[in-house]
């Protein structure tokens, strides 16, 4: 390098650089900011969606039509539970590959025009239920890459009016899927395209009654969670909240110090029974908002009056069952 004639050393040079590194870390130690999660995200990983902000609830969802349409007894209380803002999913039953980008557009631009924050999960991967259970479906694996590329680019339209959950179960269930490899290639695919749109990211890490928390930070790590804003639990699961926090917390003790969490309290309130497709005497959790510490936010991921599955005489999986959101409802005391 010359400035006018002078020519600075290499060494010089790197000395600079170092000094110049040692005292942007120590003044971020000085403001309370942990330097091994600024240099360990990107700028969207690095913030949280939560702190300060509504949750936008779509205005079309399942729940909002079923309400409108609701009467007889359970009329008011579906209405109240309607009115909780819910996650969006995307699947590629409702979204395909020519639809998915305008939909996740005007996702975040409706979020941006509340100045509020949406979450979305994506739920479209290649064997979705590969356990067999009622969820089955996805796509090829190059249709998904290009579905999620889609998605992530129509999310970018309003990045930071976003937050998004990544394929629920798809980690967990993972030794049970015919391609674990292409399962985890395609999550960090998924991790990768949501990054470079600027949203922030949640990659699902199951529940507490399900993989140990040494085997799930192993496969968090290997879909690049030290690149995410962290993990999410409870997706569609009834666990109680101190068994969760007290999973979350674990995991995220064996991760990178700058990864946080979030939680679906949507169906928790009673805690589990040890059955999941749609157990009775179940209650609904604590209501959305911002979260303390590590955990960005306590959320109604799965809607909690979509069904589990046919199972007790419910409708399809992932269908607005009127009766099953008013029974959530009066067994938490509403």
């Given at each position: 390098?010359?400035?006018?004639?002078?020519?600075?050393?290499?060494?010089?040079?790197?000395?600079?650089?170092?000094v110049?590194i040692?005292?942007?870390?120590a003044?971020?130690?000085?403001?309370g900011?942990?330097?091994?999660?600024?240099?360990?995200?990107?700028?969207?990983?690095r913030?949280?969606?939560?702190?300060?902000?509504?949750?936008?609830?779509?205005?079309?969802?399942?729940?909002h039509?079923?309400?409108?349409?609701?009467?007889?007894?359970?009329?008011?209380?579906?209405?109240?539970?309607?009115?909780?803002?819910?996650?969006?999913?995307l699947?590629?039953?409702?979204?395909?590959?020519d639809?998915?980008?305008?939909?996740?557009?005007?996702?975040?631009?409706?979020?941006?025009?509340?100045?509020?924050?949406?979450?979305v999960v994506?739920y479209?991967?290649?064997?979705r239920?590969?356990?067999?259970?009622?969820?089955g479906?996805?796509?090829?694996?190059?249709?998904?890459?290009?579905?999620?590329?889609?998605?992530?680019?129509?999310?970018?339209?309003?990045?930071?009016?976003?937050?998004?959950?990544?394929?629920?179960d798809?980690l967990a269930?993972?030794?049970?899927?015919?391609?674990?490899?292409?399962?985890?290639?395609?999550?960090?695919?998924?991790?990768?395209?949501?990054?470079?749109?600027?949203?922030?990211?949640y990659?699902?890490a199951?529940?507490?009654?399900?993989v140990?928390?040494?085997?799930?930070?192993?496969?968090?790590?290997r879909?690049?969670?030290?690149?995410?804003?962290?993990?999410?639990?409870?997706?569609?699961?009834?666990?109680?909240?101190?068994d969760e926090?007290?999973?979350?917390?674990?995991?995220?003790?064996?991760?990178?110090?700058?990864?946080?969490?979030?939680?679906?309290?949507?169906?928790?309130?009673?805690?589990?029974?040890?059955?999941?497709?749609?157990?009775?005497?179940?209650?609904l959790?604590?209501r959305?908002?911002?979260?303390?510490?590590?955990l960005?936010?306590?959320?109604?991921?799965?809607?909690?009056?979509?069904?589990d599955?046919?199972?007790?005489?419910?409708?399809?999986?992932?269908?607005?069952?009127?009766?099953?959101?008013?029974?959530?409802?009066?067994?938490?005391?509403w």
């Amino acid at each position: 390098m010359r400035v006018r004639g002078l020519s600075i050393p290499p060494r010089a040079i790197a000395v600079t650089s170092i000094v110049v590194i040692v005292t942007f870390v120590a003044a971020l130690v000085m403001f309370g900011v942990d330097p091994r999660g600024w240099f360990g995200r990107s700028g969207a990983q690095r913030h949280d969606p939560f702190a300060g902000a509504e949750l936008y609830g779509a205005p079309d969802s399942l729940a909002h039509k079923a309400a409108d349409a609701a009467t007889g007894p359970d009329a008011e209380i579906v209405r109240r539970v309607a009115e909780v803002p819910t996650a969006i999913w995307l699947t590629p039953e409702e979204s395909g590959l020519d639809a998915v980008e305008h939909r996740a557009a005007t996702i975040a631009e409706g979020a941006a025009e509340e100045n509020a924050v949406a979450v979305v999960v994506l739920y479209g991967i290649t064997d979705r239920d590969c356990a067999g259970g009622h969820s089955g479906g996805g796509l090829e694996p190059g249709d998904y890459r290009t579905w999620v590329e889609r998605a992530a680019r129509g999310l970018g339209h309003e990045p930071r009016h976003v937050a998004a959950v990544v394929e629920p179960d798809a980690l967990a269930m993972v030794d049970e899927c015919p391609d674990p490899e292409t399962r985890f290639d395609l999550l960090d695919d998924a991790r990768s395209a949501l990054d470079s749109a600027g949203v922030t990211t949640y990659l699902d890490a199951g529940h507490s009654d399900w993989v140990a928390v040494e085997t799930m930070a192993d496969r968090l790590r290997r879909i690049g969670i030290d690149e995410a804003r962290g993990f999410s639990v409870n997706v569609a699961a009834y666990n109680g909240e101190a068994d969760e926090i007290d999973y979350a917390e674990r995991l995220a003790d064996l991760l990178d110090d700058g990864v946080h969490y979030v939680m679906d309290t949507g169906r928790n309130g009673a805690g589990a029974s040890g059955e999941w497709c749609n157990p009775p005497g179940r209650a609904l959790g604590q209501r959305p908002g911002a979260g303390e510490g590590r955990l960005d936010a306590r959320l109604w991921i799965k809607p909690p009056g979509e069904s589990d599955g046919t199972c007790r005489g419910g409708p399809p999986a992932g269908t607005w069952w009127n009766e099953r959101a008013a029974e959530l409802a009066r067994q938490a005391g509403w």
